[in-house]
C-alpha cells in the first residue's frame, strides 16, 4: 500500500509499504477520505519536533471502511466508520477522574503514533464510531473536526440568545460557528481572508474583517456596548490572542481553541479587572462524537460544501503547501485508495 510519511520539517514523501496485520482487539480499516487539519499542518512545518518523531504517517479525520474485526467489536466488515484518535494511559489523574481525553500521558494517533494518511490502517477496536448511511465518505471525513467543535462549545458556558464571536474563520471556527449557533447563539466570525469571510457569509453567519473594521468598535455596537458573551479563540495568532479579552463584557469567558505556536500577548489585567473566565478546550469525549455524528446525519450543515480540494494520496505534498499558503482554501481531503 502507499502512505504519505512525514520525515521532517516540511518534507513528506509517499512510500510503498506492506499492509499492517491486526493484532487482537484491533480492527483493520480500508481509509476512504482523510482531511489535513491544523494539527497536521503544525506537524508538517516542523512547529511540533519537540514531540513528533519521524518518520510519522499523520492523518486522524477519517472516514473508512471495516475490512477484518474481533467478534466483539460491535463492527462487522462493510460498516463505515470514523475514529476517536486518543489513547489514553487509563492510569493517571486525569484518566482517574474520567477525563482520559486529556491524559497526561495522551497518544494522539497520527502526531504521537502513525495515523490515517495511508491506504490501510489498524485501530483499537473501542476507537470506533459508525456513521449512518446518511453521510456519505465526504462528510464522514468531516465528523471529526465537528466533533472538536461540539466539544468546544460544550465547554463553554453557552446560553440560548448569547452572543458570541469566534476568532478565525478556518475550518474549525466555522463548525464552532454554526454549532454555537444550532445551540442558540448570536454568532460573528471575526476573520481576514476574504474567501473564508465569504464562506461563512454563505452559511448565513455574521461576519467581520478586523483588517478593515475595529472588531472592538464593531462588538460594542453590536452588544449596545455591553460586550460579547463568549469568545471561541481558534486563530491562533497573538492578534486573537490581544482580540479576545477587548470584546468580552464583565464576566465573559475565552474558550481557547487554537493552537499557539508561541507564548501569546495576553491582557491578564482585563482578566482581573472584569472578572473574566477562560476555558481551554482540547479535542474531545466520546458524547462528542455521539452528538456530532446526529448533527451531520441531519443535513443542517452542509458539510460538504466545506471542502474546496480532493487530492489522490499521492499528492498529500502538494495539499500541505494549499493550506500552507492560505488564500482560497478550507478543507483539503486526501483520497487515500484514489
Known amino acids: 500500500m502507499k502512505a504519505a510519511v512525514y520525515l521532517g520539517k516540511e518534507r513528506l514523501e509517499i512510500q510503498e509499504m506492506d499492509p499492517p496485520k491486526r493484532k487482537a482487539g484491533e480492527v483493520l480499516l480500508r481509509v476512504k477520505q482523510v482531511g489535513i487539519c491544523g494539527t497536521d499542518l503544525h506537524v ?4 511540533l519536533d519537540w514531540r513528533v518523531k519521524p518518520p510519522l504517517v499523520m492523518g486522524h479525520e477519517l472516514c473508512a471502511e471495516v475490512v477484518e474485526a474481533p467478534p466483539d467489536a460491535g463492527v462487522v466488515p462493510g460498516d463505515r466508520v470514523v475514529v476517536d484518535p486518543t489513547l489514553s494511559c487509563g492510569r ?4 482517574r477522574r474520567g477525563y482520559r481525553h486529556v491524559c497526561e500521558r495522551l497518544n494522539f494517533m497520527g502526531v504521537d503514533s502513525w495515523g490515517a494518511f495511508r491506504a490501510y490502517w489498524c485501530v483499537p477496536q473501542d476507537r470506533l464510531h459508525k456513521i449512518p448511511e446518511a453521510l456519505d465518505d465526504v462528510e464522514g471525513a468531516l465528523v471529526e473536526p ?4 461540539v466539544h468546544d462549545v460544550r465547554r463553554a458556558p453557552l446560553e440560548v440568545g448569547d452572543r458570541a ?3 478565525g474563520g478556518g475550518p474549525i471556527g466555522l463548525l464552532v460557528a454554526l454549532v454555537a449557533r444550532l445551540a442558540g ?3 460573528v466570525v471575526a476573520e481576514v481572508n476574504p474567501f473564508r469571510l465569504e464562506k461563512a457569509r454563505a452559511f448565513g453567519l455574521r461576519v467581520v474583517n478586523p483588517k478593515e473594521e475595529d472588531l472592538k468598535a464593531w462588538v460594542e455596537g453590536w452588544t449596545d456596548g455591553g460586550g460579547a458573551d463568549l469568545v471561541f479563540e481558534v486563530s491562533g495568532s497573538p492578534a486573537g490572542a490581544r482580540a479576545m479579552t477587548e470584546v468580552l463584557r464583565v464576566r465573559g469567558t475565552v474558550c481557547l481553541v487554537g493552537i499557539h505556536a508561541g507564548l501569546p500577548p495576553v491582557d491578564l489585567q482585563r482578566f482581573m479587572g472584569r472578572e ?5 478546550c482540547r479535542v474531545y469525549e466520546p458524547v462528542d462524537f455521539d452528538r456530532a455524528i446526529r448533527i451531520a446525519a441531519s443535513g443542517e450543515l452542509n458539510l460538504r460544501s466545506m471542502v474546496t ?3 489522490p494520496l499521492k499528492d498529500a505534498a502538494e495539499g500541505f503547501e494549499k493550506v500552507k499558503r492560505g488564500g482560497e482554501v478550507m478543507k483539503v481531503l486526501l483520497d487515500c485508495q484514489g
Do not use: Q, W
Not at 44 to 47: F, K, P, R, S, V
Not at 92 to 95: E, V
Not at 276 to 280: C, E
Open 165 to 167: 464571536v469566534v476568532i
Open 92 to 95: 493517571c489523574l486525569a484518566c
Open 146 to 149: 465537528l466533533t472538536v467543535a
Open 309 to 311: 480540494d480532493m487530492l
Open 276 to 280: 473574566l473566565s477562560l476555558v481551554g
Open 44 to 47: 508538517y512545518l516542523g512547529d
Open 185 to 187: 447563539a448570536e454568532v
